[in-house]
């Protein structure tokens, strides 16, 4: 089945515990990225990835690192994660085609950071 | 910059009834389009999309979409609503000139409500 995972589902860690969050696809798609939704905010991108070892930030970086070394994974690393930092984060994941092409979602990861 | 409007928070409908959730946007040139649905605990789910040709788009489960040039808006709508499509809802719309981020850009989303 095509899709896009992600682990842990939930996530409660402490102020300054460095996190990672997987992102795995299984459909050779060479876009990534990482949203967080917040309540009446939508969502709003964190950092993206063109193919294996180019990454970029999106509207959100602050605190975030991401690194894309296999086409298939693209983790989220929080060095020193805080509370303003507990929100849903999901990964999305596309090909790179002519245009317009559609961003698969996965399944999201709650973090609250205390 | 671009944007996205849903200017309800929520919208109830009964079993039977049409439905709209309604979408504005702003964006520069042409935009792409799309929509999503966020069920309970489940990642978002694609629903359907406008990137050019007939103004009229159907999608997944039933549900379709009109993009509307002149008054910027892409409401999504369902001629019969159904217990099941009770869900939250997203509309997002992205820049076709923007090649490397590629960025979707959400709006804050509508609660779709159908009652039995």
């Avoid at chain 1, 596309?94 to 092409?101: D, I, K, P, V, Y």
Wanted: charged fraction near 20%; aromatic fraction near 12%.
């Amino acid at each position: 089945e095509a899709q896009v995972t992600q682990n842990p589902r939930y996530l409660i860690t402490v102020t300054g515990k460095k996190l990672t969050v997987t992102c795995s696809q299984n459909m050779n798609h060479e876009y990534m990225s990482w949203y967080r939704q917040d309540p009446g905010l939508g969502l709003r991108q964190i950092y993206y990835s063109m193919n294996v070892e180019v990454t970029d930030k999106g509207d959100v970086p602050e605190g975030y690192k991401v690194s894309r070394k296999e086409k298939r994974n693209f983790p989220l690393i929080l060095e020193s994660p805080s509370p303003n930092q507990t929100s849903l984060y999901f990964c999305a994941s596309s090909l790179l085609a002519g245009g317009g092409e559609t961003q698969y979602f996965g399944p999201g990861t709650r973090l609250l950071v205390l | 910059a671009q944007s996205v409007a849903q200017p309800e928070d929520q919208v109830n409908v009964a079993e039977g009834n049409p439905l709209t959730v309604k979408c504005t946007y702003s964006v520069s040139g042409n935009p792409y389009l799309f929509w999503y649905v966020q069920y309970p605990n489940r990642g978002l789910q694609f629903l359907l999309k406008y990137i050019t040709g007939d103004n009229l788009v159907k999608g997944s489960y039933g549900f379709e979409a009109e993009f509307n040039k002149s008054q910027t808006s892409f409401h999504l709508k369902k001629p019969s609503a159904l217990v099941s499509d009770s869900a939250l809802y997203f509309c997002a719309v992205r820049n076709p000139m923007d090649t490397g981020r590629r960025a979707l850009t959400f709006g804050s989303g509508t609660r779709l409500q159908v009652q039995p």
